[in-house]
Every structure is written in C-alpha cells, then in structure tokens.
C-alpha cells in the first residue's frame, strides 16, 4: 500500500509560480513511477505531467509542456511540480499518483487527496 499526501496548493496571479510537492510512504518509492493530474470543475481529469521511477524519462501534457516541470527526490521520497507562468486556465485540484507512466489516470493505483490551485486573472 502507497499513502500519498499533496502540498504546495494555494492562491496565486496570473503569470506567478507554484511548487506541489507529494510526499509518498508506505513501501518503496524509488520503485514507483509517479504522475500528476488535475480536474477542474465540471471538466474530466487532465493528465499534467509523469516521471519514471528512476527520474529519466519525463512527460507533459501538451497545454503544459515547456510552463511545467516535473522532478523527484527518491531519498525524500518525494515527487515535485514546477509550476511558472500560471494562466487562470491552470486552476484545479491537482493530483498526484502512482503506479504507472502513462496519460491514463484509469492505469495509476495510488492517489493523493488533491490540493487546490486557484490562479486569478
């Protein structure tokens, strides 16, 4: 079993910066690709970003790529999302995940509770 907890959420401008951090315990980190998504209100949930288990190889979403940069500590046990050059159209709850590298979040088995990002206009 994977416990993972988001932090780093907040309120911010447009054109302001943000760093989500998700801590994970519970067996082996460095074993576990790890993954962020969002969901916005009303709309599905959005692949953001993923990182293979031995932080090699990244991925993005396209309306992210080149704003967003995903990273991991495997000694922390902890994954991060580089947020700069937020737009109000990054505003959602922001999930990390585990268990897969893929854009499908049906393919990833552990999730975090979500933190909010709101960016104001």
């Known amino acids: 079993q994977v416990q993972l907890v988001e932090s780093g959420g907040g309120l911010v401008q447009a054109g302001g910066s943000l760093r989500l951090a998700c801590a994970a315990s519970?067996?082996?980190?460095?074993?576990?690709?790890m993954g962020w998504f969002r969901q916005a209100p009303g709309k599905e949930r959005e692949f953001v970003a993923s990182i293979r288990w031995s932080g090699g190889s990244t991925y993005y979403g396209d309306s992210v790529n080149g704003r967003f940069t995903i990273s991991r500590d495997n000694a922390k046990n902890t994954v991060y999302l580089q947020m700069n050059s937020l737009k109000p159209e990054d505003t959602a709850v922001y999930f990390c995940?585990?268990?897969?590298?893929?854009?499908?979040?049906?393919?990833?088995?552990?999730w975090g509770q979500g933190t909010q990002v709101t960016v104001s206009s």
């Open positions: 995940a585990a268990g897969a590298i893929s854009t499908d979040w049906t393919l990833y088995k552990y």
């Open positions: 519970g067996r082996t980190f460095n074993t576990l690709s």
